[in-house]
């Protein structure tokens, strides 16, 4: 909203007010104004809810109150469009004042101080960090060949591309995860994927490694692989959720306005594909996008669902079949099924399935649901509907069936990834709406 | 006195006032082993700097919308015809109370995430007097 605007009011001299809720509104005239855009955007705010609501509550919402300013709604916009400008709005270059410095080293203190400020700075999942002095940090750093004062990317999205930060920055948050210096090759490639994605729905990641680096640091990919049973595991998948608040600089109901979050989100599902048990054929996640098998790979999934096969895979109605059923009540934006060594000897011995590839396949052939209920989810209208207004196949032709007609969502069969991990002592699954976003090298950071 | 005895009489913790914006950076940081035999622990400061973005004007305001051209720009968000709603709303309170106010409704192309300069460009050359843009959550 802020991108439009301000190319509008920058580009063509027009001046634009833009409407939106409170998190955009709050997120826009805060920290993305200070450190992004720099121009001070004139918004005027509708109330919560204003999605799927019927009209009459919309009419309501123009006739009662600005939520910015708190004066009549249609005043507000009148006056954002013609109140003139004041000396601060048509300021132009560098910014008066400065960003709050953040010196390298904090001032000493004890340690249960240290952690309440921690706390207070939002530098924490809430369980104590592991305080980075400069000798854990420096013997962090011997897990990388890496200088310490190598800029690893400008964080972009929250704050722009103007936090540039450092392999000590990320080796520092390793440390305060409870990293051991091993692992901070994994962390430091996960932290290149800067800024991972957020949203007032209910968004989440999952990390999953691919490679030998698997077994040499201690991952789990076998029994328990999704559980917080494995100290790699659990804080590799920690290290991810203090990136994301310490240097993508997510803080909630300031930058990130999540309504509910996601569970997933206290470690992000972090484990190591089962590689050693994968049948003939199955090729590990990584091997699939490309990679060497040798190579180090670090994969992130984004998504929102994550459905469990409940009780292991029966003889009556073979698996594929539950996730076809289970499947349906997914957007059809993407998939990926995790699954039990066993399912996985299931579906290629049994049923078939000689490729990852060729259960995909059948699923994105099989899986159905109606016209309406696959228009109904608001990330695939958001997302999918105007570009099927604009004639975009096939959802161009799904918008224009009958409610009630079942259409295939999940359009081809590379939509829908599998990924084996388990310990064979059940054959479960879980069918989730998670998307890989093509991999990591691990390797260039060790 | 010392500053970090007066800050522990006052119940404070020096390291607390040191990462407070106004007064971050100006707490000494003594070398950590000195720091250690006190019981105290020098830390690496995790927090990331941030640079002010560069300061851009707006457009110059209208000095009133009589007999203007206001474009008011659907993002889509949400597809499926559930944004307009609000707009559609705005257009019906100009048509009602500013009447010589003239309201073009236009949805974006792409969908709510893409840009659409071509739209941009359009309002221009069509001497749009100004835009409503919105709605986004």
Redesign the interface.
Known sequence: MSREAGEIEQKYKIPTVAIAGQNVVSFGLGTNFKYNTGMPIRFVAVPFPFSGQPQSVLASYVAGKDMVSGQPFMRAVVDALTRPRTVDDKLSGPAPGQAAPEPRLLAPDTPDNLQSLFMARDWTDYDPVTLPTEEKVAAMLKGTARRPDEIVKSAAGTFGSRRPFTVEKVATVAVMAGAKPEYLPVILALSTRVPYMDSTTSIAQMIVVNGPIRNKIGMNSGMGALGPDNEANSVIGRSMTLIHKIIQGYKEGVTGFASLSNPLRYDNLCFAENEESLPDGWLPLHVQVGHKPTDNVVTIFTGWNFINSTGWAAQHYAPQFLMRDYMSSLSGMGATIIMDPSVAELLKGAQGFDTKAALGDWLSRNVEKTAESYWGNSIVSSMLAPLARQGLKPYAEWLNVPAKSLIKPFATGNSINSVVAGGKTASVWFATDLRPDGGTSIDEWM | MDRRKMLALLGI???????T?SF??T????A?AG?ES????????????????????????????EGKT?YL?D??????D?NG???H??QA?FAQ?VPSVKTIYK???????T???GL??E??DNH??????????
């Not at chain 2, 993002?75 to 499926?80: V, Y």
């Not at chain 2, 949805?107 to 995430?113: D, E, Q």
């Not at chain 2, 749009?128 to 959550?137: K, Y």
């Open positions: 913790s020096p390291a607390l006032v040191a990462a914006p971050a950076g707490a000494p940081a003594p950590a720091c006190n019981g105290l622990v020098t830390v690496l400061n995790p927090a990331i700097e941030t640079k002010l973005a560069e300061r851009v004007p707006l457009a110059p305001r209208l000095s009133t919308l206001i720009v993002t889509d968000w949400g597809g499926m559930q709603g609000i707009l709303e705005m309170w109370k949805i974006k192309s792409g969908n709510f995430v840009d659409d300069p941009w460009k309002i221009a749009g007097d100004a835009v409503i843009i919105g709605v986004a959550g």
